[in-house]
């Protein structure tokens, strides 16, 4: 069971995504738990304040502090032993180890979501002050509007980690990242779409060929897609044997298209 609590100016948004498909399902068979907490909620004057102005000038608002750290304070006064993630495009990248670790958490994860500039740099330093432990984390180099569909990406590739969620463990066990090989080429029916054929091989029935099939694909689509993810694995012996046919092939494909252009 994976606990969470995502403190954001925008519920709706993220209740909308929670509330669908796998999330919704994980949620229905006990594995989440997710309260969204509206930061507003916690403002005490009648326009509801959560953002003012940065000190010294510059562009946007900036969230208060105040009503975050009340929010993180009364969920702690329940539940005193907390992760926080505050999401930001200046964090820590988030990767499948980080889904990994976080689905392997026993603590309660507290997301908060950034909007507009930012947050209040005193929200990090008195929650690290007072002994939280609290991660920024940004899920890739490039700035969203808010941190909202930053958090749900994290728990989406965290919840999906845990047994009993998906239908079929094999799923976890063969994707993308989860060995450093991107994911092997997929068919389904028909067999014959817009004169393009499902291989055969996976026709044959022959489990072995299927295997080193898959296998064979999931190194050409490394190689073709995410070269650096090769570059960080120690080959295998047969691999490498299967790599340099890979690019064999793909210099000799290259030279028949640079031919058919130049006649
Ligand atoms: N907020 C804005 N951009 C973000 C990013 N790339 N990751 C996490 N939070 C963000």
């Known amino acids: 069971m994976m606990r969470c609590d995502v403190l954001t100016l925008f519920p ?59 929010a993180v304070d ?33 603590r309660r994860l507290v997301f908060i979501c950034g909007h507009y500039e930012g947050i209040d740099e005193r929200v990090r330093m008195v929650m690290a002050a007072e002994g939280r432990e609290v991660d920024e984390v940004s899920i890739g180099d490039y700035v969203l509007t808010g941190g909202e569909l930053a958090a749900l990406v994290m728990i989406d590739a965290s919840v999906r980690l845990i047994s009993g969620v998906l239908g079929d463990t094999d799923s976890v066990k063969e994707e993308s990242f989860s060995s450093t090989l991107l994911e092997y080429a997929q068919y389904t029916r028909p067999v014959e779409f817009r004169s393009a054929r499902v291989p055969d091989v996976l026709l044959s029935g022959h489990h072995g060929a299927i295997r080193e099939w898959r296998h064979r694909s999931s190194l050409a689509n490394t190689y073709a897609r995410r070269p650096d993810l090769l570059e960080k694995k120690v080959l295998a012996h047969d691999d490498q044997l299967i790599l340099a046919d890979i690019q064999k092939k793909e210099s000799s494909e290259n030279l028949d298209s640079s031919r058919r252009l130049s006649s």
């Open 74 to 106: 009364s969920i702690c006064a329940t539940c005193p032993d907390v992760r926080i993630v505050m999401t930001s495009p200046r964090g820590r990248q988030f990767d499948q180890a980080y889904a990994r670790n976080m689905c392997e958490d026993s």
């Open 12 to 70: 709706s948004m993220v209740e909308s995504v929670l509330g669908t498909s796998m999330l919704s399902l994980a949620q229905e068979k006990g594995l989440l738990d997710v309260t969204v907490v509206d930061i507003r909620s916690f403002t005490h004057d009648r326009h509801r304040t959560a953002d003012d102005r940065p000190y010294g000038g510059g562009a946007g608002m900036l969230l208060k502090p105040e009503p975050i750290l009340e």
